[in-house]
C-alpha cells in the first residue's frame, strides 16, 4: 500500500522530533516551541491566571513537563475536555552526581539506570550526553539551561567472547560494575580526573555563550543513542529510534491537538517520570493536573459535573506480537505492527479501559476509518502500566489505554510501523473534533 503524503509528511516530523529530543527536557522544550509558534499562549504557574475561552495556552513545570490546553468556545458543561495524555520521559543511563572514575587511565563516568532499561543493547553504541545544568550566574542568581553535546563522546565496549565463553547463554549485567561508560584515556594513571561540571560549563558556554556562567552547581544529565532515527525496511514499513515510548504519542498528541476544534475545549498533558511510577511534582501522580483543572475551574462542584463530561486518551506503546517470541502473547490478542492503534486491556486495572471507553474510542476509530486492535497480556504473565490508571485515580476522569504496537519496547533503539502513529494521529484529531456535546458514555 502507498504511503500518502501526508502520512510521509507526519513521518518526517517524527523522526526530527525524535532527534531533536534526546531527554524529557529537551522534548518538552520542542513541544512548547511548537504550540508557541501557532499561537498558543505561555502560562506561568507563579502568575494569577484570567483564561478566556476561544484562546490557547500552554504551560510547563520542571522543564520536563507540559500542559497545552484549548478553550473551546462552548461552555465546558456543554462539551466536558476533551484530554490526551502521554509521558516525555523513556529508560536510559543518567550520570551520577559524583561521576567521575579512573580505571587504569580511562576517564569513566558513574551512571544509575533509569527505569526498566533494557540494557545489554547499550553496548558499543556511539553515545553522547544531553540534559538539563543548573548553574550560578555572575551575579549569585540560580538559573538552568539545556546542553546537548549531540557528537559521540562515550561507549560501553562489550567484553570480548573468548573472555566470556558463556556470553550467550549465562551472562548477567551487573548494572553498577558492567555498564559504565568510557569517555577518555589519561595520559597516565596518576593524571588528575577532568570535572565532570567543569566540561558542562566549558559545553554550555561554547553552545550558548551568552549565558553569564560563573559556576555549574548541579546537573541531570542522560547518555543517549547517537544514531539517527529511521524509516527502514525493503518498503520502510518499519521506523526504527530510541525513546519511541512514549515521544511517539506525545508527538501524536501534538500534532493533533493543533487541529482541535474551537468549539470544544481539549487538552494535552505530558508528564516526566512515568518510566519511574510517575510520583513527582511533574509526574502524573503529582498535582499538575488536577491544579490546572482547579484554577481552570475554582468551583468543586461545577469541576466535578465537567470531569464527569469529559474523557481521558492515555497514549502509550504496546507490545507487538513478536513474530520470533510469539509464545509470549496471548493467542487472540497479539497486535500486529501497521494494523491500527491498541486498546489496552487488563482486568487488575493495570489500564485504565472500560468497555465504555473502549466502546467510544472504537467509534472514534470508525470514523476516521482507522483500523483498530486489542491487547490482553498472558494471564499468567504480568504487564506494564501507564499513566492512565493514575489520572483515572487522581482526577476521576473516564480513561482508555491505547498505543501504537511497538518491539524492542525500553531497548536504546526501539521499533515501529510507519503507520500506526498516522493512524492514532487520526483518531486523536477524531476526538478533539467530534461531538460538540458532552462525551456521556452511558444513557441517563
Not at 533509569?114 to 540560580?142: C, E, F, H, K, N
Not at 499513566?387 to 518491539?407: L, N, Q
Amino acid at each position: 500500500m502507498t504511503a500518502s503524503s501526508s502520512m510521509v509528511d507526519f513521518n518526517t516530523g517524527l523522526l526530527e522530533f525524535l532527534h531533536a529530543s534526546p531527554t524529557p527536557f529537551h522534548a518538552t522544550k520542542n513541544i512548547a516551541a511548537a504550540l508557541l509558534s501557532k499561537g498558543f499562549t505561555p502560562l506561568y504557574e507563579g502568575d494569577s491566571w484570567e483564561l478566556e475561552q476561544g484562546k490557547r495556552y500552554v504551560v510547563t513545570r520542571n522543564d520536563s513537563s507540559i500542559i497545552a490546553f484549548v478553550y473551546g468556545k462552548s461552555p465546558l458543561l456543554d462539551s466536558g475536555i476533551r484530554m490526551l495524555g502521554a509521558h516525555t520521559d523513556s529508560p536510559c543511563l543518567k550520570v551520577k552526581p559524583r561521576a567521575e572514575l579512573n580505571r587504569r587511565g580511562y576517564f569513566q563516568l558513574g551512571v544509575e539506570v533509569y527505569g526498566g532499561a533494557l540494557l545489554a543493547p547499550w553496548y558499543d553504541r556511539d553515545l553522547s550526553m544531553a540534559g538539563r545544568v543548573t548553574y550560578r550566574d555572575q551575579s549569585d542568581q540560580i538559573a538552568s539551561a539545556l546542553v546537548d553535546f549531540q557528537r559521540p563522546i562515550a561507549v560501553v565496549p562489550s567484553l570480548a567472547i573468548h573472555l566470556d565463553r558463556e556470553a550467550n547463554n549465562l551472562r548477567t549485567i551487573n548494572a553498577q560494575k558492567d555498564i559504565v561508560p568510557l569517555v577518555l584515556q589519561l595520559p597516565t594513571d596518576e593524571t588528575p580526573l577532568p570535572d565532570f561540571r567543569g566540561l558542562l560549563h566549558t559545553e554550555l558556554q561554547k553552545q550558548q555563550p551568552q549565558l553569564a556562567i560563573k559556576q555549574v552547581l548541579d546537573y541531570e544529565i542522560s547518555l543517549y543513542d547517537t544514531q539517527p532515527p529511521a524509516l527502514i525496511g525493503l518498503e520502510q514499513d518499519f521506523i526504527s529510534s530510541a525513546r519511541l515510548d512514549n515521544l511517539l504519542s506525545c508527538f501524536i498528541g501534538l500534532q493533533a491537538l493543533l487541529e482541535a476544534d474551537d468549539d470544544v475545549s481539549s487538552l494535552l498533558i505530558c508528564t516526566d517520570h512515568e518510566e519511574v511510577g510517575s510520583a513527582s511534582c511533574c509526574g502524573a501522580k503529582g498535582p499538575m493536573l488536577q491544579q490546572f483543572l482547579e484554577r481552570l475551574v475554582p468551583d468543586v462542584d461545577t469541576r466535578v459535573r465537567i470531569i464527569e463530561r469529559s474523557m481521558m486518551i492515555s497514549a502509550d506503546n504496546a507490545h507487538g506480537i513478536h513474530p520470533n517470541f510469539m509464545d509470549k502473547h496471548d493467542e487472540n490478542h497479539g497486535p500486529l505492527l501497521n494494523r491500527g492503534p491498541v486498546i489496552k486491556v487488563n482486568a487488575n486495572q493495570r489500564y485504565a479501559t472500560t468497555s465504555e471507553t473502549s466502546a467510544f474510542f472504537r467509534l472514534l476509530c470508525e470514523k476516521a476509518d482507522v483500523p483498530v486492535q486489542a491487547f490482553v497480556a498472558r494471564t499468567d504473565m504480568g504487564c506494564g502500566s501507564t499513566i492512565g490508571p493514575v489520572v483515572a485515580s487522581e482526577v476521576g476522569v473516564k480513561t482508555i489505554d491505547v498505543g501504537c504496537p511497538t518491539f524492542a519496547m525500553h531497548s536504546i533503539r526501539e521499533l515501529a510501523g510507519t503507520r500506526d502513529g498516522w493512524y492514532l494521529y487520526k483518531a486523536a484529531v477524531e476526538f478533539f473534533t467530534y461531538l460538540k456535546a458532552p462525551i456521556a458514555l452511558i444513557s441517563r
